[in-house]
């Protein structure tokens, strides 16, 4: 039987809406533009669960640094949310900007950067900002409890990375370290584990090895 394979490019439906929607609003992930297809048997199989294939989605690579690179993964539509990377890891070649996955059913895929450790601290961001943890609002903030997606993020660190947090003022709020994570969550407290008051902030990340990135950020609470 010869089994015939439609594969809709950028497809849409309430449900890749909503998983994009979520996609954006996780810190931790980005979506490569122009990934998403739908992979659909046109002429069926007796078991649809028992077709075997891969699956190359070509990306583009402009603007994109290394590590953001080698963090793509494929993930497939389930349900209204883009589940669970597929792939543990991309090694494109110099030329190929493909990623790949080996199937065993067919879905919606499309390819996302997860949080990467970056070369150096050009891409630094925190959000959000601000960060209004008490409107009942999710995209301005929620107090930081441990989960993802609480208190403030920062992205775009390297391995080593410390962030100093300061008052205006020059007054030193709190000071954390990471290693080998590319990302940290800021509970907005002090070195005390006292909330920070509503204000403006400075905050600095530096390197091991060199590297500065600053900015400001403001807490309403």
Do not use: H
């Not at 070649?93 to 065993?104: E, M, R």
């Not at 962030?163 to 954390?176: R, Y």
Request: charged residues 15%.
């Amino acid at each position: 039987m010869t089994t015939e394979i439609t594969i809709i490019v950028g497809p849409t439906s309430a449900e890749i809406t909503a998983a994009d929607a979520a996609l954006n609003a996780d810190a931790r992930y980005e979506g490569v533009p122009n990934t998403t297809y739908e992979l659909k048997l046109t002429r069926p199989v007796p078991d649809a669960n028992q077709v075997t294939m891969v699956l190359n989605i070509r990306y583009n690579d402009a603007g994109m640094a290394a590590s953001e690179e080698s963090s793509i993964r494929i993930f497939r539509l389930t349900g209204s949310s883009w589940g669970s990377a597929l792939t543990d890891s991309n090694t494109p070649g110099a030329d190929s900007n493909i990623a790949q996955v080996y199937l065993g059913s067919l879905s919606v895929f499309r390819c996302i950067i997860m949080d990467p450790v970056s070369g150096d601290l050009s891409r630094v961001r925190a959000f959000p900002n601000p960060f209004i943890p008490y409107d009942g609002d999710a995209n301005t903030g929620t107090a930081y409890n441990g989960a993802a997606n609480t208190g403030i993020t920062f992205l775009g660190l390297t391995s080593i990375a410390n962030l100093k947090i300061f008052t205006l003022d020059g007054v030193l709020v709190d000071e954390e370290n990471f290693f080998g994570v590319g990302s940290c969550q800021w509970d907005a407290k002090n070195s005390q584990g006292q909330e920070c008051a509503s204000g403006m902030y400075f905050y600095l990340v530096t390197a091991e090895g060199g590297g500065i990135a600053k900015g400001m950020i403001c807490i309403i609470r």
